[in-house]
């Protein structure tokens, strides 16, 4: 299925991103206020710029990436999403990480500012927390919302 798409900006991104601070954690969950996981927020973001959603997930573990070893984070990500240079993420661009190097990518945020990013990560609310140097380290792609402008 298709949805219409129309032209956001970055600063669009962050704002909606924002409004997720504090939404309590919830594993597959995507609803502000209410809760929601890191894809969950990512999804939610997709959600209030450009409605429907490309594709609804599967329903998935807490250790679905490591009992299947594929990057499938990665995979929705660049079916979905803008890949761009991972060496210079712009506010709005969401980031995705592995928490180990030999593990696939399984956590997602979104970069707020040059230095911060929002995220929802279990036991604690979304948040806007420092782009600190691990996770920097931990940084496996960047990409953008689709037709994203300014």
Same mark, same amino acid.
């Given at each position: ?15 909606? =991103?924002?409004?997720?601070?504090? !939404?309590?954690?919830?594993?597959? #969950? @995507? ?5 929601? %996981?890191?894809? +969950? ?13 490309? =594709?609804?997930?599967?329903?998935? !573990?807490?250790?679905?990436?490591? #009992? @299947? ?5 990665? %995979?929705?990500? +660049? ?25 696939? #990518? ?45």
């Amino acid at each position: 299925m298709s949805c219409e798409r129309r032209s956001v900006t970055r600063a669009d991104v962050v704002r909606q =991103a924002r409004t997720w601070i504090g !939404t309590p954690y919830h594993h597959q #969950a @995507s609803l502000a206020g209410v809760g929601t %996981d890191c894809v +969950g927020l990512v999804r939610g973001v997709w959600r209030a710029l450009y409605g429907r959603e490309p =594709a609804a997930p599967p329903p998935y !573990t807490r250790d679905w990436a490591e #009992a @299947s070893g594929r990057e499938t984070l990665l %995979d929705a990500a +660049g079916r979905h999403l803008v890949e761009v240079n991972r060496a210079d993420p712009q506010p709005g661009d969401v980031l995705v990480f592995r928490h180990r190097p030999s593990l696939p #990518a399984k956590h997602a945020a979104i970069l707020a500012t040059a230095a911060t990013m929002i995220h929802a990560t279990e036991g604690a609310p979304v948040a806007e927390v420092a782009f600190a140097p691990w996770w920097r380290r931990r940084l496996a792609g960047v990409y953008s919302f689709p037709e994203i402008t300014g």
